[in-house]
Protein backbone atom coordinates (compact mmCIF):
# COMPACT_ATOMS: atom_id res chain seq x y z
CA UNK A 1 0.00 0.00 0.00
CA UNK A 2 1.25 3.55 -1.18
CA UNK A 3 1.46 6.44 1.24
CA UNK A 4 2.18 10.02 1.04
CA UNK A 5 4.38 12.12 2.73
CA UNK A 6 3.85 16.20 3.08
CA UNK A 7 7.45 16.91 4.89
CA UNK A 8 8.15 20.92 5.79
CA UNK A 9 11.95 21.29 5.33
CA UNK A 10 11.33 25.24 6.09
CA UNK A 11 8.68 27.73 6.44
CA UNK A 12 6.33 25.93 8.93
CA UNK A 13 5.80 26.97 12.00
CA UNK A 14 8.22 30.24 11.14
CA UNK A 15 7.77 32.93 8.80
CA UNK A 16 10.79 32.47 6.45
CA UNK A 17 12.87 30.03 4.11
CA UNK A 18 9.90 28.22 2.70
CA UNK A 19 10.51 24.80 1.52
CA UNK A 20 8.21 21.65 1.09
CA UNK A 21 8.30 18.22 0.04
CA UNK A 22 5.54 15.73 -1.07
CA UNK A 23 6.92 12.35 -1.47
CA UNK A 24 5.28 9.18 -2.64
CA UNK A 25 7.35 6.04 -2.90
CA UNK A 26 10.48 7.22 -5.00
CA UNK A 27 9.43 10.58 -6.10
CA UNK A 28 9.86 13.24 -4.35
CA UNK A 29 8.56 17.18 -5.62
CA UNK A 30 9.93 20.30 -4.01
CA UNK A 31 7.88 23.11 -3.34
CA UNK A 32 9.37 26.29 -3.31
CA UNK A 33 13.06 27.29 -1.90
CA UNK A 34 13.11 30.04 0.23
CA UNK A 35 15.65 32.12 2.38
CA UNK A 36 15.06 34.14 5.90
CA UNK A 37 16.68 36.70 7.03
CA UNK A 38 19.12 36.69 10.75
CA UNK A 39 18.02 37.36 14.20
CA UNK A 40 19.85 39.92 15.56
CA UNK A 41 22.72 37.60 17.50
CA UNK A 42 23.13 35.89 14.65
CA UNK A 43 26.28 38.39 13.89
CA UNK A 44 27.70 38.55 10.52
CA UNK A 45 25.13 36.59 9.29
CA UNK A 46 23.25 37.62 5.64
CA UNK A 47 20.75 35.18 5.57
CA UNK A 48 19.38 31.57 6.73
CA UNK A 49 18.72 28.75 4.26
CA UNK A 50 17.14 25.01 4.86
CA UNK A 51 19.49 22.84 5.52
CA UNK A 52 18.99 20.35 2.14
CA UNK A 53 20.43 17.09 3.89
CA UNK A 54 17.16 15.10 3.24
CA UNK A 55 16.98 16.50 -0.42
CA UNK A 56 20.53 15.49 -1.03
CA UNK A 57 20.20 12.04 1.03
CA UNK A 58 17.40 11.27 -1.92
CA UNK A 59 19.08 13.46 -4.70
CA UNK A 60 17.70 10.72 -7.33
CA UNK A 61 14.77 10.94 -6.59
CA UNK A 62 13.81 14.28 -6.60
CA UNK A 63 11.50 14.97 -9.90
CA UNK A 64 11.73 19.01 -9.65
CA UNK A 65 11.85 22.09 -7.80
CA UNK A 66 8.03 24.08 -8.22
CA UNK A 67 8.64 28.11 -7.16
CA UNK A 68 4.67 29.27 -6.29
CA UNK A 69 6.23 33.08 -6.51
CA UNK A 70 9.56 35.54 -6.47
CA UNK A 71 9.07 36.31 -3.36
CA UNK A 72 12.81 35.86 -1.59
CA UNK A 73 11.05 33.48 1.54
CA UNK A 74 10.14 31.26 -1.62
CA UNK A 75 13.22 31.46 -3.50
CA UNK A 76 16.13 32.63 -2.01
CA UNK A 77 17.46 29.31 -1.29
CA UNK A 78 17.20 28.16 -5.02
CA UNK A 79 21.01 28.81 -6.09
CA UNK A 80 22.66 26.75 -2.91
CA UNK A 81 20.17 23.93 -3.63
CA UNK A 82 21.25 23.89 -7.26
CA UNK A 83 24.53 24.13 -6.32
CA UNK A 84 24.29 20.60 -4.76
CA UNK A 85 21.84 19.11 -6.56
CA UNK A 86 20.64 19.22 -10.58
CA UNK A 87 17.07 19.45 -10.83
CA UNK A 88 14.67 20.81 -13.36
CA UNK A 89 13.15 24.42 -11.42
CA UNK A 90 9.63 24.98 -12.88
CA UNK A 91 7.92 28.80 -11.96
CA UNK A 92 6.08 31.15 -14.40
CA UNK A 93 7.61 33.47 -16.38
CA UNK A 94 8.00 36.75 -14.33
CA UNK A 95 9.59 34.43 -11.48
CA UNK A 96 12.06 32.69 -14.01
CA UNK A 97 12.89 36.50 -15.42
CA UNK A 98 13.76 37.72 -12.02
CA UNK A 99 15.40 34.32 -11.16
CA UNK A 100 17.82 33.98 -14.14
CA UNK A 101 19.84 36.93 -13.39
CA UNK A 102 20.35 35.76 -9.76
CA UNK A 103 21.21 31.97 -10.54
CA UNK A 104 23.54 32.84 -13.42
CA UNK A 105 25.63 35.05 -11.55
CA UNK A 106 25.34 32.70 -8.11
CA UNK A 107 25.27 29.01 -9.76
CA UNK A 108 26.48 29.69 -13.22
CA UNK A 109 25.26 30.32 -16.49
CA UNK A 110 24.42 26.97 -17.55
CA UNK A 111 24.31 24.87 -14.33
CA UNK A 112 20.68 25.19 -13.82
CA UNK A 113 17.41 24.25 -15.57
CA UNK A 114 14.68 26.27 -15.72
CA UNK A 115 10.81 25.67 -17.37
CA UNK A 116 8.22 27.85 -17.58
CA UNK A 117 4.82 26.72 -16.44
CA UNK A 118 1.70 28.45 -17.31
CA UNK A 119 -1.12 28.28 -14.90
CA UNK A 120 -3.10 25.65 -15.89
CA UNK A 121 -0.22 23.02 -17.39
CA UNK A 122 0.53 19.60 -15.53
CA UNK A 123 3.67 18.80 -15.10
CA UNK A 124 4.57 14.89 -14.98
CA UNK A 125 6.36 14.42 -12.31
CA UNK A 126 7.34 10.71 -11.98
CA UNK A 127 4.52 8.84 -10.32
CA UNK A 128 2.94 12.69 -9.06
CA UNK A 129 2.07 15.35 -11.03
CA UNK A 130 1.72 19.05 -10.02
CA UNK A 131 -0.60 21.97 -11.44
CA UNK A 132 -0.10 25.45 -11.11
CA UNK A 133 -3.49 27.97 -10.30
CA UNK A 134 -3.22 30.98 -10.33
CA UNK A 135 -3.88 32.93 -6.80
CA UNK A 136 -3.80 36.68 -6.33
CA UNK A 137 -1.20 37.81 -3.76
CA UNK A 138 2.07 41.00 -3.69
CA UNK A 139 3.22 39.90 -6.82
CA UNK A 140 1.93 38.71 -10.13
CA UNK A 141 1.65 35.51 -10.99
CA UNK A 142 1.52 33.79 -7.91
CA UNK A 143 0.50 30.40 -8.03
CA UNK A 144 -1.59 27.57 -5.86
CA UNK A 145 0.00 24.08 -6.58
CA UNK A 146 -2.25 21.20 -6.81
CA UNK A 147 -0.06 17.76 -6.77
CA UNK A 148 -1.50 14.79 -7.82
CA UNK A 149 -0.71 11.97 -5.59
CA UNK A 150 -2.41 8.48 -5.24
CA UNK A 151 -4.44 9.20 -2.05
CA UNK A 152 -5.42 12.50 -3.87
CA UNK A 153 -4.48 16.39 -4.38
CA UNK A 154 -2.36 18.06 -1.75
CA UNK A 155 -2.86 21.26 -2.30
CA UNK A 156 -0.41 24.15 -1.39
CA UNK A 157 -2.38 27.56 -1.31
CA UNK A 158 0.83 29.43 -1.89
CA UNK A 159 1.19 33.15 -0.34
CA UNK A 160 -2.47 34.32 -1.15
CA UNK A 161 -5.09 36.57 -0.53
CA UNK A 162 -8.67 37.04 -2.28
CA UNK A 163 -7.96 40.15 -4.04
CA UNK A 164 -11.15 41.35 -6.11
CA UNK A 165 -9.69 44.29 -7.59
CA UNK A 166 -6.32 43.07 -8.22
CA UNK A 167 -3.96 45.68 -9.52
CA UNK A 168 -3.66 43.96 -12.91
CA UNK A 169 -6.83 42.87 -13.54
CA UNK A 170 -5.96 39.10 -13.11
CA UNK A 171 -8.42 37.31 -10.34
CA UNK A 172 -7.51 34.19 -8.61
CA UNK A 173 -8.96 31.39 -10.34
CA UNK A 174 -11.64 30.38 -7.84
CA UNK A 175 -13.65 28.23 -10.30
CA UNK A 176 -10.82 25.99 -10.64
CA UNK A 177 -10.04 25.62 -6.84
CA UNK A 178 -13.69 24.44 -6.39
CA UNK A 179 -12.75 21.86 -9.10
CA UNK A 180 -9.99 20.16 -7.40
CA UNK A 181 -11.90 20.24 -4.44
CA UNK A 182 -15.10 18.52 -6.12
CA UNK A 183 -11.94 15.81 -7.43
CA UNK A 184 -10.58 15.45 -4.11
CA UNK A 185 -8.25 17.49 -2.03
CA UNK A 186 -6.77 15.40 0.38
CA UNK A 187 -4.46 17.98 2.27
CA UNK A 188 -4.63 21.67 2.01
CA UNK A 189 -1.19 22.97 2.94
CA UNK A 190 -2.04 26.71 3.70
CA UNK A 191 -0.58 29.81 4.34
CA UNK A 192 -1.99 30.95 7.71
CA UNK A 193 0.64 34.39 8.56
CA UNK A 194 -2.64 36.41 9.24
CA UNK A 195 -4.92 34.36 10.55
CA UNK A 196 -5.20 36.13 13.56
CA UNK A 197 -6.30 38.73 11.38
CA UNK A 198 -10.54 38.91 11.23
CA UNK A 199 -12.81 39.83 8.22
CA UNK A 200 -11.32 40.30 4.78
CA UNK A 201 -8.29 41.66 3.99
CA UNK A 202 -8.19 45.10 1.81
CA UNK A 203 -7.80 45.09 -1.96
CA UNK A 204 -3.76 46.26 -3.30
CA UNK A 205 -6.15 48.82 -4.94
CA UNK A 206 -7.28 50.25 -1.88
CA UNK A 207 -4.15 51.90 -1.60
CA UNK A 208 -4.20 54.09 -4.37
CA UNK A 209 -6.71 56.29 -2.61
CA UNK A 210 -4.09 55.98 0.40
CA UNK A 211 -1.04 57.22 -1.95
CA UNK A 212 -3.13 60.26 -4.00
CA UNK A 213 -3.95 61.58 -0.49
CA UNK A 214 -0.22 61.38 0.44
CA UNK A 215 0.73 62.68 -2.60
CA UNK A 216 -1.29 65.17 -2.90
CA UNK A 217 -0.16 66.74 1.27
CA UNK A 218 3.17 66.34 0.46
CA UNK A 219 4.76 69.58 -0.09
CA UNK A 220 8.16 68.98 -1.54
CA UNK A 221 10.04 65.62 -3.07
CA UNK A 222 7.80 62.52 -2.19
CA UNK A 223 10.11 59.11 -1.55
CA UNK A 224 8.15 56.28 -1.30
CA UNK A 225 9.73 52.81 -0.46
CA UNK A 226 8.22 49.34 -0.79
CA UNK A 227 10.01 45.97 -1.11
CA UNK A 228 11.49 45.65 -4.57
CA UNK A 229 9.23 42.66 -5.77
CA UNK A 230 6.26 44.34 -4.51
CA UNK A 231 5.33 45.73 -8.34
CA UNK A 232 1.72 46.24 -8.10
CA UNK A 233 2.47 48.92 -5.31
CA UNK A 234 5.42 50.23 -7.74
CA UNK A 235 3.26 50.82 -10.58
CA UNK A 236 0.08 52.56 -8.24
CA UNK A 237 3.33 54.92 -6.84
CA UNK A 238 4.11 55.73 -10.70
CA UNK A 239 0.38 56.15 -11.64
CA UNK A 240 -0.36 58.37 -8.80
CA UNK A 241 3.06 60.69 -9.28
CA UNK A 242 2.16 60.84 -12.87
CA UNK A 243 -1.29 61.73 -12.32
CA UNK A 244 0.16 64.49 -9.87
CA UNK A 245 2.46 65.97 -12.52
CA UNK A 246 5.80 64.03 -10.59
CA UNK A 247 8.39 63.00 -12.22
CA UNK A 248 9.50 59.38 -10.77
CA UNK A 249 13.16 58.20 -10.44
CA UNK A 250 14.64 55.33 -8.51
CA UNK A 251 17.42 54.97 -5.79
CA UNK A 252 18.13 51.44 -5.86
CA UNK A 253 20.04 49.33 -7.93
CA UNK A 254 17.48 45.72 -7.02
CA UNK A 255 14.68 48.16 -7.19
CA UNK A 256 16.10 49.59 -10.86
CA UNK A 257 16.71 46.05 -11.96
CA UNK A 258 12.75 44.32 -11.22
CA UNK A 259 11.76 47.56 -12.78
CA UNK A 260 13.10 47.53 -16.13
CA UNK A 261 12.82 43.50 -16.27
CA UNK A 262 8.75 44.61 -15.67
CA UNK A 263 8.64 47.19 -18.04
CA UNK A 264 10.22 44.78 -20.36
CA UNK A 265 7.95 41.94 -19.93
CA UNK A 266 5.25 44.47 -19.82
CA UNK A 267 4.14 43.96 -15.80
CA UNK A 268 4.70 47.28 -15.11
CA UNK A 269 3.12 50.12 -17.34
CA UNK A 270 5.27 53.29 -17.66
CA UNK A 271 3.58 56.38 -18.67
CA UNK A 272 5.84 58.31 -21.07
CA UNK A 273 7.79 60.71 -20.00
CA UNK A 274 7.61 60.07 -16.10
CA UNK A 275 10.18 57.87 -15.50
CA UNK A 276 13.78 59.42 -15.25
CA UNK A 277 17.18 59.21 -14.50
CA UNK A 278 18.50 60.02 -10.62
CA UNK A 279 20.98 62.19 -11.65
CA UNK A 280 18.54 64.07 -13.36
CA UNK A 281 16.24 64.73 -10.95
CA UNK A 282 18.23 67.48 -9.50
CA UNK A 283 16.93 69.58 -12.70
CA UNK A 284 13.25 69.40 -11.36
CA UNK A 285 11.77 71.30 -8.58
CA UNK A 286 11.33 69.33 -5.34
CA UNK A 287 7.42 69.53 -5.83
CA UNK A 288 7.35 67.94 -9.26
CA UNK A 289 9.38 64.64 -8.10
CA UNK A 290 8.87 61.34 -6.55
CA UNK A 291 11.58 58.40 -5.94
CA UNK A 292 10.74 55.13 -5.42
CA UNK A 293 13.28 53.02 -3.24
CA UNK A 294 14.03 50.27 -0.95
CA UNK A 295 15.53 50.00 2.50
CA UNK A 296 11.71 49.05 4.22
CA UNK A 297 13.48 46.78 7.02
CA UNK A 298 15.90 48.73 7.71
CA UNK A 299 18.63 46.49 5.29
CA UNK A 300 22.33 48.49 6.10
CA UNK A 301 23.23 48.34 2.45
CA UNK A 302 19.74 49.84 1.01
CA UNK A 303 19.38 53.33 -0.54
CA UNK A 304 17.06 54.53 1.96
CA UNK A 305 19.70 53.52 5.61
CA UNK A 306 22.21 55.29 3.77
CA UNK A 307 20.10 58.22 2.77
CA UNK A 308 19.32 58.62 6.52
CA UNK A 309 22.47 58.62 7.21
CA UNK A 310 23.64 61.34 4.95
CA UNK A 311 26.27 58.65 3.21
CA UNK A 312 24.31 58.43 0.11
CA UNK A 313 25.92 60.29 -2.34
CA UNK A 314 23.26 59.86 -4.87
CA UNK A 315 20.79 61.77 -3.33
CA UNK A 316 20.58 63.69 0.07
CA UNK A 317 17.29 63.82 2.48
CA UNK A 318 16.58 67.58 2.75
CA UNK A 319 13.82 69.42 4.57
CA UNK A 320 10.33 69.14 3.20
CA UNK A 321 10.80 65.67 1.96
CA UNK A 322 7.88 62.80 3.00
CA UNK A 323 9.07 59.44 3.14
CA UNK A 324 6.05 56.82 2.76
CA UNK A 325 7.05 53.91 4.30
CA UNK A 326 4.59 51.46 2.52
CA UNK A 327 5.49 47.64 4.24
CA UNK A 328 4.87 46.10 6.93
CA UNK A 329 8.02 45.51 9.64
CA UNK A 330 9.05 42.10 9.18
CA UNK A 331 9.24 41.02 12.78
CA UNK A 332 12.67 41.02 14.19
CA UNK A 333 13.54 44.40 11.74
CA UNK A 334 11.93 46.62 14.35
CA UNK A 335 14.48 48.38 15.78
CA UNK A 336 16.49 48.76 12.87
CA UNK A 337 13.56 50.20 10.85
CA UNK A 338 12.54 53.01 13.80
CA UNK A 339 16.55 53.88 14.02
CA UNK A 340 16.29 54.71 10.10
CA UNK A 341 12.85 56.56 10.89
CA UNK A 342 14.43 58.74 13.90
CA UNK A 343 17.51 59.59 11.38
CA UNK A 344 14.74 60.80 8.44
CA UNK A 345 13.30 62.90 11.08
CA UNK A 346 15.97 64.42 12.22
CA UNK A 347 17.18 65.18 8.66
CA UNK A 348 14.47 67.29 8.15
CA UNK A 349 12.04 64.82 6.37
CA UNK A 350 8.20 63.94 7.50
CA UNK A 351 7.81 60.04 7.34
CA UNK A 352 4.56 58.61 7.11
CA UNK A 353 4.04 54.77 8.05
CA UNK A 354 0.71 54.83 9.53
CA UNK A 355 -2.07 56.86 7.57
CA UNK A 356 -6.08 57.16 8.03
CA UNK A 357 -6.01 55.78 4.39
CA UNK A 358 -3.87 53.04 3.91
CA UNK A 359 -0.49 52.81 1.90
CA UNK A 360 -0.17 49.48 2.67
CA UNK A 361 -2.13 46.55 2.87
CA UNK A 362 -1.15 42.95 3.27
CA UNK A 363 -0.08 40.46 0.93
CA UNK A 364 -1.70 37.20 2.67
CA UNK A 365 -5.63 36.01 3.47
CA UNK A 366 -7.55 37.14 6.73
CA UNK A 367 -9.98 34.69 8.64
CA UNK A 368 -12.58 34.91 6.39
CA UNK A 369 -10.27 34.55 3.17
CA UNK A 370 -8.87 31.47 5.12
CA UNK A 371 -12.26 29.74 5.41
CA UNK A 372 -13.28 30.45 1.72
CA UNK A 373 -10.08 28.42 0.37
CA UNK A 374 -10.93 25.65 2.71
CA UNK A 375 -14.88 26.09 1.97
CA UNK A 376 -13.64 25.90 -2.03
CA UNK A 377 -10.83 23.38 -1.89
CA UNK A 378 -13.16 20.84 0.99
CA UNK A 379 -9.80 19.55 1.88
CA UNK A 380 -9.80 15.96 4.33
CA UNK A 381 -6.54 17.21 6.33
CA UNK A 382 -5.50 21.13 6.97
CA UNK A 383 -2.38 21.97 7.47
CA UNK A 384 -0.96 25.34 8.16
CA UNK A 385 2.01 26.67 7.32
CA UNK A 386 3.90 29.96 6.69
CA UNK A 387 3.05 31.03 10.54
CA UNK A 388 4.69 31.16 13.45
CA UNK A 389 2.72 28.35 16.40
CA UNK A 390 0.34 31.36 17.60
CA UNK A 391 -0.73 31.77 13.78
CA UNK A 392 -0.98 28.23 13.46
CA UNK A 393 -2.80 27.79 16.53
CA UNK A 394 -5.27 30.20 15.64
CA UNK A 395 -5.88 28.86 12.47
CA UNK A 396 -7.07 25.45 14.19
CA UNK A 397 -9.23 26.92 16.08
CA UNK A 398 -10.67 29.04 13.27
CA UNK A 399 -10.95 25.03 11.66
CA UNK A 400 -12.27 24.05 14.45
CA UNK A 401 -15.14 26.41 14.72
CA UNK A 402 -15.96 25.74 10.82
CA UNK A 403 -16.64 21.90 12.33
CA UNK A 404 -13.63 20.49 11.31
CA UNK A 405 -12.37 17.37 13.11
CA UNK A 406 -9.76 18.21 15.55
CA UNK A 407 -7.81 14.86 14.76
CA UNK A 408 -7.42 16.21 10.81
CA UNK A 409 -5.89 19.36 11.38
CA UNK A 410 -2.00 19.24 11.37
CA UNK A 411 -0.17 22.24 12.99
CA UNK A 412 3.11 21.50 10.73
CA UNK A 413 6.74 21.23 12.34
CA UNK A 414 10.09 21.56 10.21
CA UNK A 415 11.05 18.50 9.52
CA UNK A 416 8.09 16.47 10.84
CA UNK A 417 6.78 14.38 7.82
CA UNK A 418 2.60 13.84 8.38
CA UNK A 419 2.12 10.84 6.16
CA UNK A 420 -1.18 9.57 4.73
CA UNK A 421 -2.69 6.24 3.41
CA UNK A 422 -6.29 5.54 2.51
CA UNK A 423 -7.49 5.17 6.28
CA UNK A 424 -5.62 7.37 8.13
CA UNK A 425 -2.68 10.18 8.15
CA UNK A 426 0.35 10.04 11.13
CA UNK A 427 3.73 12.06 11.99
CA UNK A 428 6.26 10.07 10.85
CA UNK A 429 9.77 10.08 12.21
CA UNK A 430 11.92 13.55 11.76
CA UNK A 431 13.95 14.29 8.69
CA UNK A 432 17.36 15.71 8.87
CA UNK A 433 16.86 19.71 8.40
CA UNK A 434 17.31 22.65 9.94
CA UNK A 435 18.99 25.96 9.14
CA UNK A 436 22.24 27.06 7.65
CA UNK A 437 23.79 30.00 8.02
CA UNK A 438 25.14 32.36 5.03
CA UNK A 439 27.18 35.04 5.56
CA UNK A 440 28.91 37.61 3.68
CA UNK A 441 31.58 35.62 1.96
CA UNK A 442 28.66 33.72 0.53
CA UNK A 443 30.01 30.26 1.66
CA UNK A 444 27.11 28.55 3.96
CA UNK A 445 27.48 26.53 6.90
CA UNK A 446 28.33 29.05 9.83
CA UNK A 447 28.01 26.56 13.03
CA UNK A 448 27.12 27.44 16.75
CA UNK A 449 30.76 27.64 17.53
CA UNK A 450 31.81 30.47 15.17
CA UNK A 451 28.63 32.23 16.40
CA UNK A 452 29.13 32.04 20.15
CA UNK A 453 32.91 33.43 19.17
CA UNK A 454 31.73 36.22 17.43
CA UNK A 455 29.32 36.72 19.83
CA UNK A 456 32.06 36.77 22.78
CA UNK A 457 34.27 38.72 20.39
CA UNK A 458 31.68 41.26 20.38
CA UNK A 459 30.79 41.00 24.44
CA UNK A 460 34.03 40.72 25.61
CA UNK A 461 36.48 41.85 22.76
CA UNK A 462 39.69 39.05 22.87
CA UNK A 463 43.45 38.50 23.69
CA UNK A 464 46.22 36.58 22.90
CA UNK A 465 48.92 34.91 24.84
CA UNK A 466 52.17 34.14 23.72
CA UNK A 467 54.21 32.01 25.85
CA UNK A 468 58.07 31.15 24.40
CA UNK A 469 59.25 27.41 25.18
CA UNK A 470 62.81 26.08 24.78
CA UNK A 471 61.85 22.38 23.41
CA UNK A 472 65.27 21.31 24.13
CA UNK A 473 65.57 22.20 27.70
CA UNK A 474 61.84 22.45 28.58
CA UNK A 475 61.47 25.69 29.89
CA UNK A 476 59.96 28.67 29.60
CA UNK A 477 61.64 31.76 27.38
CA UNK A 478 60.89 35.05 29.34
CA UNK A 479 57.10 35.43 31.02
CA UNK A 480 54.10 35.55 28.76
CA UNK A 481 53.09 38.44 26.91
CA UNK A 482 49.79 39.08 25.61
CA UNK A 483 47.59 41.71 22.97
CA UNK A 484 44.13 42.17 23.91
CA UNK A 485 41.40 44.12 21.65
CA UNK A 486 37.89 45.08 22.55
CA UNK A 487 38.46 44.75 26.19
CA UNK A 488 37.14 46.62 29.02
CA UNK A 489 38.37 45.99 32.89
CA UNK A 490 40.40 47.70 35.92
CA UNK A 491 43.90 48.20 34.44
CA UNK A 492 45.03 45.98 37.47
CA UNK A 493 43.17 43.02 36.41
CA UNK A 494 44.77 42.90 32.80
CA UNK A 495 48.21 43.29 34.37
CA UNK A 496 48.14 40.76 36.58
CA UNK A 497 47.73 38.01 33.51
CA UNK A 498 50.96 37.55 32.85
CA UNK A 499 51.54 36.73 36.13
CA UNK A 500 48.97 34.17 36.86
CA UNK A 501 50.09 32.26 33.55
CA UNK A 502 53.57 32.27 34.31
CA UNK A 503 52.75 31.00 38.46
CA UNK A 504 50.33 28.51 36.62
CA UNK A 505 52.93 27.37 34.43
CA UNK A 506 55.41 26.60 36.99
CA UNK A 507 53.91 23.55 38.28
CA UNK A 508 54.84 22.19 35.37
CA UNK A 509 57.65 19.59 34.92
CA UNK A 510 60.23 20.46 31.97
CA UNK A 511 58.60 17.47 30.51
CA UNK A 512 54.85 18.75 30.69
CA UNK A 513 56.40 22.21 28.87
CA UNK A 514 57.47 20.22 26.02
CA UNK A 515 53.98 18.99 25.19
CA UNK A 516 52.79 21.94 23.01
CA UNK A 517 49.21 21.05 22.85
CA UNK A 518 48.93 20.90 26.54
CA UNK A 519 50.88 24.07 27.76
CA UNK A 520 48.19 25.84 24.44
CA UNK A 521 45.41 24.23 26.30
CA UNK A 522 46.34 25.14 29.99
CA UNK A 523 47.44 28.84 28.79
CA UNK A 524 44.42 29.55 27.56
CA UNK A 525 42.51 28.14 30.67
CA UNK A 526 44.64 29.88 32.81
CA UNK A 527 44.06 33.29 30.74
CA UNK A 528 40.56 32.54 31.03
CA UNK A 529 40.00 31.76 34.51
CA UNK A 530 41.91 34.79 35.26
CA UNK A 531 40.26 37.20 33.52
CA UNK A 532 36.86 35.64 34.68
CA UNK A 533 37.75 36.44 38.42
CA UNK A 534 39.48 39.46 38.34
CA UNK A 535 37.55 41.08 35.65
CA UNK A 536 34.30 39.14 35.04
CA UNK A 537 34.63 38.78 31.18
CA UNK A 538 34.92 35.50 29.06
CA UNK A 539 36.68 37.36 26.12
CA UNK A 540 37.62 34.76 23.28
CA UNK A 541 41.61 33.37 24.24
CA UNK A 542 44.09 32.52 21.33
CA UNK A 543 47.27 30.88 22.86
CA UNK A 544 50.06 30.94 21.25
CA UNK A 545 52.87 29.14 22.05
CA UNK A 546 56.55 29.33 19.97
CA UNK A 547 58.81 26.65 20.38
CA UNK A 548 62.55 27.89 20.19
ZN1 LIG B 1 6.02 34.00 1.85
ZN1 LIG C 1 4.95 36.04 -0.79
Given at each position: ?????V??LG???????N????????????V???????????L??DI????????L????????????H??????????????E???????S??AA?LL???????V?????????????D?I???????E???????????????V???QG???????????F????????N????????????IAL???????????????????????R?????????V?????A?N?????Q?????A??????A???????Q??E?????????????V???????TQ????????????????PL??L???S??????????????V???????????????????R?F???????????Q??H?????????????????R??Y????????R?Q?Q???????M?H??H?????R????V????????????????R?????G??P???D???????N???D?FV??????????G?????????????????????????????????????DL??????????????K????????????I???????
Amino acid sequence: MSFVQVIPLGGADEIGKNCNVVRQGDDIVVVDCGLSFPSEEMLGVDIVIPDFRYLLANRDKVRGVFITHAHEDHVGGLPYLLRELQVPVYCSPLAAALLRPKLEERVGAKAFDLRIFNPGDIIEAGSLSVEPIRITHSIPETCAMAVRTAQGIVLFTADFKFDFTPVDGKMANITRLGELGREGVIALVSDCTNAEETGWSLSESVVKNGLRNAFANAQGRVLLTTFASNIHRMQQTIDVAAEMGRKVAIAGRRMEQTIEICAKMGYLKLPPGVMIALRDSTQYPAHQLAILTTGTQGEPLSALVQMSKGEYSRLQIQKGDTVLYSARPIPGNEASIWRTVNRLFRQGATVLYQTPQPIHVSGHAHQEELKMMINLTRPFYLMPVHGEPRHQHQYRRMALEMGHAEHRIFEMRDGVPVCMDERSAWLGEPVEFGRVLVDRGGEPGISDDVLRDRSNLSNDGFVAVTVVVDVDTGELVGPPTFQHRGIHAKPEAIAGLSEFIADGLSTFSRDDLKDVDRVRFDVADLAKRHLHKKAGIRPVIVPIVVEV
